[in-house]
């Protein structure tokens, strides 16, 4: 089945404390993205990677990192996360191609306290 | 700059009534428009897109939408509402920014139904 998966899907961790979410892939896109969504403000692009070692700032990457090692795997990472990263995150891949659109992940609850 | 415009951020109809969600885009070249659905507690779902061709696109689950260029809209209807069908629903623009394709999200709006 095609799908993207993410993980963890929920996460409460203290302020400044590292982590990882990671999302995997396995349609063999070249695009992944990282959007975080917050009532009122819709999804909001955090980072996106055009192919593997290609990155690039989003509309929100303050206080993110991300990396594109390998074609399938596209981690967030958040070095010392604050309250204010306290959201919802989705991870989605494309092949590219305008019309096709996205395919989501499940979403990765994340509190920070 | 590109934009979408969701202007109900709420909407609650009777289940069997018909159902317009409002969608306004901002986009300079011709637009690539989605809608997508988010159950409580679940990613989110392609409902239907347009690029081209007929201004009226079907969609799963009994959706439609309609693109409007002259009002640069794209509403979401559907004919008789289900209980299913409470979610939040996002209408999206693909934009091309820097080579990538990108889509800018509107803010949802959240459809409540009642039985």
């Known amino acids: 089945e095609a799908q993207v998966t993410q993980n963890p899907r929920y996460l409460i961790t203290v302020t400044g404390k590292k982590l990882t979410v990671t999302c995997s892939q396995n349609?063999?896109?070249?695009?992944m993205s990282w959007y975080r969504q917050d009532p009122g403000l819709g999804l909001r692009q955090i980072y996106y990677?055009?192919?593997?070692?290609?990155?690039d700032k989003g509309d929100v990457p303050e206080g993110y990192k991300v990396s594109r090692k390998e074609k399938r795997n596209f981690p967030l990472i958040l070095e010392s996360p604050s309250p204010n990263q306290t959201s919802l995150y989705f991870c989605?891949?494309?092949?590219?191609?305008?019309?096709?659109?996205?395919?989501f992940g499940s979403g990765t609850r994340l509190t920070v306290v | 700059a590109q934009s979408v415009t969701q202007p109900d951020i709420h909407i609650t109809v009777s289940e069997g009534a018909s159902l317009e969600l409002r969608c306004n885009y901002s986009?300079?070249?011709?637009?690539?428009l989605f809608w997508y659905v988010q159950s409580p507690g679940q990613g989110l779902q392609l409902l239907l897109k347009?690029?081209?061709?007929?201004?009226l696109v079907q969609g799963i689950k009994g959706f439609e939408a309609e693109f409007k260029r002259s009002q640069s809209s794209f509403n979401l209807r559907k004919p008789s509402v289900h209980w299913s069908d409470a979610a939040e629903y996002f209408c999206?623009?693909?934009?091309?920014?820097?080579?990538?394709?990108?889509?800018?999200f509107g803010a949802g709006t959240r459809l409540a139904v009642h039985p």
């Open positions: 349609m063999n896109h070249e695009y």
């Open positions: 986009y300079g070249a011709t637009p690539y």
């Open positions: 989605a891949s494309s092949s590219g191609y305008p019309i096709s659109g996205y395919t």
């Open positions: 999206a623009v693909g934009a091309v920014s820097g080579g990538y394709n990108k889509l800018i």
């Open positions: 990677s055009m192919n593997v070692e290609v990155t």
């Open positions: 347009y690029f081209s061709g007929d201004t």
